[in-house]
């Protein structure tokens, strides 16, 4: 372990370190969690709902699905050029989250209003519209703005990080109660279409009222780096300049495999379904997960100022690796896989944690390096290839099953399908880990933040 963990120590005390968040600020930005992981959950199970409530093909959801999320990914761009030219007494990211909460609610309750008794084509279609409405339009213009406040309300990199185990806890309650509780109080409920929407108006009001809570707790304190962001620059130049930012680059990889592991989340239903046996263990595997969440936040929370966020996430990704491999052992022995799954659950908990903090610091490195800076559009790049990263594992892990001969409405599923949905739920999560701890081997911005900040706070006190 001590060949690739060296302790990082900042060469230069960072400037203006004051403490600008209070509790409630810290509890306001956590909220944005709640309503994008209520979105990003609601979404993923919707394959479930149109494959085995409604009766729709895996390949064809995952088709309509993938094109909504491709929308998806690519209308991230332009939302960051929104959030960068806004100009308002709120800031330039609260006033969109307060805009979406209305919106928020009404197209969640739509993503399951499906007609029930319409054709196929109709029913692919309304599939896709309400998909590309709540993904490329709603949650695009919640995520983006969620992402830039990271770099508004504090230029504290301990804060930064501790901003992003506050939303990860949050994220995973919210994210957990949907796809641990959802199926189970839908059951309770009938079980049917019906029970389904009742479900979403309850999730849709949550995600709403979230969004409000955001708007009247943070504040945007970060006023220096408004002023500082000078000229506007053209959007492909502000692209070049990204790539020109390594850090960025790295926090980017790092942030797609992050969102495709994410996302595999969706599929859990598959394998607690047809591999482990029994759906309703969706309720009780949710509470062990959300117990690993908890010790993993308590953890890193109190070893990311001694360790720093390249040396948490490198430990993570052991764990997770041994998790996943523990998984293969035994991929149906219900005991050893609810082990397993909160082993990997524990070890991602500091990537999740700080991945915001890392891409907020990369925006300090891209000024130093380049004189140019862009919060909007670097935090919505980062969107856009987290969302292209789900985008393909929606569309790709449905047509796989397809091939592999699933059935939603058999209650036995091929050995072939099996075998597809063991490889969506533990081989994937073991590859993109593997590529987020060598991505992180390359990763020194901790150890070198504080000459970083000296240098651009004595530019800007010459200017």
């Keep these: 372990m001590k060949s690739f963990i060296k302790k990082e120590t900042l060469t230069a005390p960072v400037p203006d370190m004051i403490k600008s968040m209070k509790a409630r600020n810290y509890l306001g930005d956590a909220m944005t969690a709640v309503s994008i992981n209520i979105i990003v959950n609601i979404t993923g199970m919707v394959n479930y709902f149109y494959t085995d409530i409604i009766g729709l093909a895996a390949g064809a959801v995952g088709t309509a699905i993938l094109v909504a999320r491709l929308l998806d990914a690519f209308s991230d761009v332009g939302m960051g050029v929104l959030v960068d030219r806004t100009k308002s007494r709120y800031g330039k990211a609260r006033p969109w989250l307060l805009r979406m909460a209305l919106p928020a609610f009404l197209t969640i309750a739509l993503l399951f209003t499906i007609p029930a ?27 983006v703005p969620s992402g830039s406040l990271l770099s508004l309300e504090t230029k504290n990199p301990v804060e930064r990080s501790r901003m992003g185990m506050f939303r990860l806890v949050f994220a995973y309650a919210a994210g957990m109660s949907v796809s641990s509780l959802i199926i189970p109080a839908a059951n309770r409920l009938g079980g049917g279409q019906q029970a389904w929407i009742k479900m979403s108006l309850i999730y849709g009001a949550v995600c709403a009222l979230s969004l409000v809570a955001v708007f009247f707790l943070v504040r945007e304190n970060n006023t220096v780096h408004l002023r500082a962001e000078g000229p506007k620059t053209s959007f492909l130049k502000g692209i070049g300049f990204l790539f020109k930012n390594k850090y960025w680059v790295i926090a980017l990889v790092v942030n797609t495999s992050i969102q495709v592991i994410y996302s595999v989340g969706g599929s859990m239903a598959y394998y607690v379904k047809y591999i482990l046996g029994n759906e309703e263990l969706t309720a009780i595997l949710g509470l062990y997960r959300l117990a690993a969440v908890g010790i993993g936040f308590v953890l890193s929370n109190l070893f990311v100022k001694q360790l720093g966020k390249r040396n948490l996430i490198l430990i993570g990704s052991v764990v997770t690796v041994i998790g996943c491999v523990l998984r293969m052992i035994n991929p149906y022995h219900v005991t050893l896989n609810l082990a397993a799954i ?6 991602g908990v500091p990537a999740l944690a700080v991945i915001g903090a890392m891409v907020a610091d990369s925006i300090e490195y891209g000024e130093w390096k380049t004189g140019k800076r862009a919060v909007g559009l670097a935090s919505s790049s980062h969107s856009f290839a987290g969302k292209l990263g789900s985008a393909v594992f929606a569309g790709v892990g449905g047509w796989l099953l397809q091939l592999s001969g699933y059935n939603g409405m058999l209650p036995v599923q091929t050995p072939a399908a099996n075998n597809m949905i063991m490889f969506l739920n533990i081989h994937l999560q073991l590859i993109c880990h593997c590529i987020v701890f060598v991505l992180m081997l390359f990763y020194r911005l901790d150890k070198d933040y504080g000459r970083i900040m000296a240098d651009l706070e004595a530019r800007r006190k010459s200017r």
Excluded at 117 to 142: D, F, R
Excluded at 342 to 347: N, S
């Design 342 to 347: 909160c082993i990997t659950t524990l070890g």
């Design 117 to 143: 008794g319409a054709g196929t084509g109709v029913k692919l279609a309304y599939v896709g519209v309400t998909n590309t409405l709540m993904l490329a339009v709603v949650y695009t213009a919640i995520a």
